[in-house]
């Protein structure tokens, strides 16, 4: 980032630059771990590939030493080259096979690295005629592109084709002066997937608009480049771009701020190209201090603060700052909290964060704020939240289903392989929404209860729009507080016109509510019936929440009281520790043993001679029932 004289005109937003914007504001920082290597000195020249992120130092054109260090790398790269000339670009292929140097604007030559081969070198010169090579870059470990003042060629393990010419609209300028492109105004980029040739155009085409733009050419793997994008700065002087987590990152050097753009957000489209502005307000990157090198007892002194937006600084794609003069790379990071103050329309923020790849935490804690005081939203708010999250939710699912039916179907051989759709972090599903937003919510008991209640219901319609099934715990969630603020009638509505679907869990949850509201028990059996359950299953479910006597009921209730076993209800009626529970089912089965056998004892086959003990203990063998007699 050289330095050129600050603009006439106060760029907007600029003023207090680097530590007087704050570092509560910073939305972009530099690794805490930056890669270390030689100064820049005139016997030492340094380059760095994109590609494979890795710094070159080059002494004496190679002749005393090649060092390539990676962010990535724990072990660098030494070996020595012939020195043919002065180094004007050098790169190795993906996976370091094939090293590539640049010396002329005319050819590049190359040198195997593969072990076990002989060390071939060969060059390979531009096909197009008169053209000079600008730069190259690998695209695989056997692919190579350059990129030349007519176009771009292609060349792979020999082969070779044209991409066409495009061209690049430059800014009208003064007759006297001829029209040019600087390499530094150029990058190429891949965003959301698509590689992008970002031109930085220091003033806009159209004489209304003042200051610079940043102008996105869409590159497809087939058809021609299309200018898509233009981002406006509002601003002139100095500028390099980065792309950060499918951000393009603006750094202005006169104000020493930076800017960041998301072309997935809505912009203004005019026919043709989308025109963004910058998402939030220009920011100083965080400042950072470098550590003092050397043993502990000789750095206790403070480390150093870096000069940020330095004159010396090169940026590269599509995140690498490096710093030439104090021998440091870092790479550039986008931090999402102060992003949640900065954006305070939450549809947008939404969408903003649902995009970056370390999401789910900042996306959960916007959720928790909006739900509390003092930033609490209102309901039409909330339930845009919601189906932000559930339709990233729905496509998840929707892609996992239709690789689970495509793997059990059995792919046909001649097909490529269907990958597993990635989990990202924007795929919030009910159960982190349910542990880190929704029951803490309504533990706090902050809000009025109506609000807790409209924000459970909204949640649980949001699902119901994009056809998820609502997890039973949801429900519970609801009906827990509808119990709590005692809004039984509401409990009653909500099951009455199916608003919470119905579970087994669910079932068992209303009739354990049975002793503080009665209608719970029907409601209870009602749903277990419309769930198809087996009148036996119904008994173990009542059994098992310990409702002896609502299961006695409902047996009695279809008519299979004879049949049941006395032991199973004799068992849970003892586990219930209530000695008038188990009075009365005892007192039950040795009258319905009366009624069927004429009389009231047990039989050994129904293995109850363990309760016909206990009861003699608890109550004495006087209060036995006796045999009727005619």
């Not at 604007?105 to 070198?121: C, Y």
């Not at 060059?123 to 730069?135: D, P, W």
């Not at 601003?235 to 390099?240: E, L, W």
């Amino acid at each position: 980032m050289s330095r050129e004289a600050p603009p006439e005109e106060e760029a907007p937003g600029g003023e207090g630059g680097g530590e007087r914007q704050g570092e509560g504001g910073c939305y972009l920082a530099l690794c805490a771990r930056p890669v270390h290597f030689e100064k820049a000195n005139p016997v030492n020249c340094v380059f760095f590939d994109e590609a494979n992120k890795q710094v070159f130092a080059v002494r004496s054109g190679g002749a005393t030493g090649v060092v390539v260090k990676g962010l990535e790398d724990k072990n660098p790269i030494s070996f020595r080259m012939e020195d043919k000339g002065e180094v004007k670009c050098i790169k190795f292929s993906l996976g370091n096979k094939i090293l590539a140097v640049q010396r002329t604007l005319k050819n590049v030559d190359f040198l195997n690295f593969i072990p076990d081969s002989p060390q071939l070198e060969y060059t390979q010169e531009c096909k197009t005629k008169n053209a000079s090579i600008l730069g190259f870059c690998w695209t695989s470990s056997t692919e190579i592109v350059f990129i030349t003042d007519q176009g771009i060629e292609f060349y792979q393990s020999g082969t070779m084709s044209k991409l066409s010419k495009f061209e690049i609209e430059l800014p009208a300028a003064p007759k006297s002066s001829k029209l040019s492109l600087s390499e530094r105004d150029i990058a190429m980029a891949t965003i959301y997937g698509q590689l992008y040739v970002l031109f930085l155009r220091h003033h806009s085409r159209t004489s209304n608009s003042t200051g610079a733009e940043v102008v996105l050419y869409h590159l497809p793997r087939e058809g021609s480049c299309k200018k898509t994008h233009i981002l406006k700065l509002n601003r002139t002087g100095k500028f390099a771009l980065n792309v950060v987590d499918n951000l393009v990152v603006v750094h202005h050097q006169d104000t020493e701020t930076s800017v960041i753009f998301d072309i997935k957000l809505k912009g203004e489209f005019d026919g043709t190209t989308t025109i963004h502005q910058f998402v939030l307000p220009p920011r100083s990157i965080q400042p950072y201090q470098i550590p003092v090198a050397g043993p502990a007892s000789v750095t206790s002194q403070s480390p150093v603060p870096c000069k940020l937006y330095s004159s010396s600084w090169i940026v590269f794609q599509p995140d690498i700052i490096i710093s030439a003069s104090e021998g440091y790379l870092w790479n550039l990071q986008v931090k999402l909290e102060p992003v949640v103050n900065l954006l305070p329309d939450k549809g947008k923020l939404m969408d903003f964060l649902l995009q970056r790849r370390e999401c789910k935490m900042v996306i959960l804690s916007v959720c928790s704020q909006m739900l509390s005081e003092p930033g609490r939203g209102s309901l039409s708010v909330i339930a845009t939240v919601f189906d932000k999250l559930n339709h990233e939710y729905k496509k998840y699912l929707e892609a996992e289903q239709s690789y689970t039916m495509v793997v059990e179907a059995g792919q046909s051989r001649n097909n490529p392989p269907l990958k597993r759709p990635v989990r990202t972090q924007a795929v919030i599903d009910q159960s982190d929404m349910y542990t880190h937003v929704l029951s803490v919510f309504t533990e706090k008991k902050e809000a009025p209860h109506k609000f807790t209640i409209a924000v459970l219901m909204e949640y649980i319609r949001s699902l119901n729009q994009f056809q998820i099934a609502v997890q039973h715990y949801l429900y519970e969630l609801v009906i827990k507080t509808l119990v709590q603020h005692n809004l039984f009638y509401m409990l009653h509505q909500f099951l009455q016109y199916h608003v919470l679907s119905d579970s087994k869990p669910l079932a068992c949850l209303l009739l354990s509510l049975e002793s503080i509201y009665p209608p719970a028990h029907q409601l209870s059996l009602d749903m277990l019936k419309r769930l198809s359950t087996a009148n036996d299953e119904i008994v173990e479910v009542l059994l098992s929440k310990h409702q002896v006597l609502a299961a006695l009921r409902f047996i009695r209730g279809i008519g299979g009281h004879d049949s049941i076993s006395a032991r199973k209800f004799l068992d849970a009626a003892k586990q219930a520790d209530d000695d008038m529970l188990f009075y009365t089912i005892f007192r039950f089965f040795e009258q319905r043993n009366q009624r069927l056998r004429g009389n009231p004892s047990f039989t050994p086959g129904e293995h109850c001679e363990e309760h016909v003990t206990f009861f003699k203990q608890v109550f004495g063998e006087q209060a036995l029932m006796k045999p009727t007699t005619f």
